[in-house]
């Protein structure tokens, strides 16, 4: 499973002053600066990116190759540098369990739910009298013993299942999901999400060429407007899918 | 009826003795329904539409400048999106919230519920 990762050449700032968050994630802003590649050059001159926000001084930023996907070929178009701090953080994965399990579970409601004796339908009247009649006491005929009785603890009504993890363990979740990933070679850095065909083909052809493996999901990190042969290609596909950088999911 | 083996006194009923007594080979009377040949396999498709964007803006908060919290994203009852509670909790939150557009019935059930639950957890039982 692989992640693209596509810095636009607009900037993505998402001003983070009112929740004091710009300490906690720059996840992901590989925004802005980035001189485009000029078309047509014979050599062409690679597409360097420096880290904008301050990293600390006792780290260094990460490097990490950049991609084109106009061409089977083009690997290694430029270099970009990545804060430590997301893409070299400890790997904790009980932090990544915490959070798939957190995703899994809060959306979830379960809508069992069983009569209970009071609910059922009839047995308001007790069956035969207490005494004499030789069978054993009984007060209704849909209480949990009987048959066509109601459930005494079953399921009860739409549960819900929601909860909350701290937001920085999520927003950790994020950053070691993205460390993992980049320390795999599961992360791939793209200058941008643009093709030069529409044809599903051409995305299976280059997954096959560069060795990403069976999935792909492709991050847009620009406003909504995703280029359209990106769009139509992963339309026709099942397991090369697009998503915007809000919706990034942690690692799949 | 889970009665059978209080009957295995008599000789006359050893055909009733169950299946610990008898190899499985010699063969299984149909009244108890046992499977001899596999299902065929349920095929799953891993990559439809709903696994494949799973969890797909559960970040939406952290990642969109808290515009939108992802329990805004549940799809569900109304008296139960983004909350959870108990069971007598969630009877007074939907009485609270849609008891007055319920079928009369229904609404008499969730009373009934209620003051049962009520009942139970604050009389009964060791934690009240």
């Given at each position: 499973m692989q992640q693209l990762v596509r810095a636009g050449a607009r900037a993505w700032l998402r001003p983070r002053g009112c929740r004091g968050l710009s300490a906690l994630t720059e996840e992901a802003v590989q925004s802005a600066e980035k001189p485009e590649p000029l078309a047509n050059a014979g050599p062409q001159a690679p597409v360097l990116r420096r880290c904008e926000l301050p990293v600390p001084l006792h780290r260094r930023p990460v490097q990490a190759w950049v991609e084109s996907l106009r061409g089977?070929?083009?690997?290694?178009?430029?270099?970009?540098?990545?804060?430590?701090?997301?893409?070299?953080?400890a790997p904790r994965l009980d932090i990544l369990h915490q959070v798939a399990i957190w995703q899994k579970n809060f959306k979830r409601i379960s809508y069992a739910k069983t009569k209970t004796r009071a609910e059922v339908r009839g047995g308001g009247r007790k069956p035969w009298q207490q005494k004499g009649s030789g069978r054993a006491r009984h007060g209704s005929i849909r209480s949990p013993i009987w048959r066509g009785g109601g459930v005494a603890h079953g399921p009860r009504g739409p549960t819900s299942y929601y909860y909350m993890l701290p937001m920085k363990v999520?927003?950790?979740?994020?950053?070691?999901?993205?460390?993992v990933k980049l320390a795999q070679d599961d992360l791939h850095i793209v200058d941008s999400l643009e093709l030069?065909?529409?044809?599903?083909?051409?995305?299976?052809?280059?997954?096959?060429?560069?060795?990403?493996?069976?999935?792909?999901?492709?991050?847009?990190?620009e406003h909504e407007d995703m280029p359209q042969n990106v769009v139509a290609a992963t339309s026709g596909l099942k397991t090369f899918n697009l998503i915007p950088a809000i919706g990034e999911q942690r690692a799949r | 009826m889970a009665g059978s083996l209080s009957w295995v006194a008599g000789?006359?009923?050893?055909?009733?003795?169950?299946?610990?007594?008898?190899?499985?080979f010699l063969g299984v009377p149909r009244l108890f329904h046992v499977r001899v040949t596999l299902p065929p396999p349920k095929v799953i498709d891993r990559w439809n539409q709903k696994r494949a964007m799973f969890g797909v803006y559960d970040n939406i908060g952290i990642l969109g400048n808290f515009e939108k919290h992802p329990k805004e994203l549940i799809k569900g009852p109304v008296w139960l999106r983004g909350w959870k509670g108990n069971e007598l909790q969630r009877c007074i939150r939907k009485k609270r919230m849609v008891g007055n557009r319920m079928f009369i019935d229904d609404l008499h059930n969730l009373n009934k519920r209620i003051s049962f639950l009520y009942k139970r957890f604050n009389r009964h039982g060791k934690h009240r």
């Open positions: 089977y070929e083009q690997e290694r178009v430029g270099l970009t540098e990545l804060h430590p701090d997301v893409f070299s953080t999520r927003v950790q979740g994020l950053k070691v999901a993205l460390t030069p065909t529409t044809d599903p083909q051409y995305l299976t052809e280059l997954a096959r060429c560069r060795r990403w493996g069976d999935s792909v999901l492709f991050v847009d990190l | 000789r006359r009923l050893w055909g009733m003795v169950p299946l610990a007594c008898r190899s499985f």
